[in-house]
Nanobody, 124 residues
Framework: QVQLVDTGGGSVQAGGSLKLSCAAS????????MGWFRQAPGKEREFVAT???????YYADSVKGRFTISRDNAKNTVYLQMDSLKPEDTAIYYC??????????????????WGQGTQVTVSS
């Protein structure tokens, strides 16, 4: 069983940066595909980025070139560096983990484990 704790959210102005972290418990962290999703008020949870065990990454078009997902298996942690933030990036951000799914899994349902979420607010 994997438990995830999301941290690093906050409030920034448009054009600013934030770095989210997701710390995972469990000894098999390196085997998991890790993802970041976000949910804005009144909207469905949407895919942001994924990274697999081999550090291959995949991004939503809306964040490509601005966000970077990475992982440190020694620290059981996955990161989301967010640069050039826009007001439309405002949402609660969740990390997710699952085994045996590919990085192109952009739907939330297949992910077995979720963090509690961290709020990101970008003002114009």
């Amino acid at each position: 069983q994997v438990q995830l704790v999301d941290t690093g959210g906050g409030s920034v102005q448009a054009g600013g940066s934030l770095k989210l972290s997701c710390a995972a418990s469990g000894r098999t962290f390196s085997s998991y595909t890790m993802g970041w999703f976000r949910q804005a008020p009144g909207k469905e949870r949407e895919f942001v980025a994924t990274i697999n065990w081999n550090r291959v990454t995949y991004y939503a078009d809306s964040v490509k070139g601005r966000f970077t997902i990475s992982r440190d298996n020694a620290k059981n942690t996955v990161y989301l560096q967010m640069d050039s933030l826009k007001p439309e990036d405002t949402a609660i951000y969740y990390c997710a983990a699952s085994l045996q799914i590919g990085i192109f899994t952009t739907q939330a349902t297949p992910y077995a484990h979720w963090g509690q979420g961290t709020q990101v607010t970008v003002s114009s």
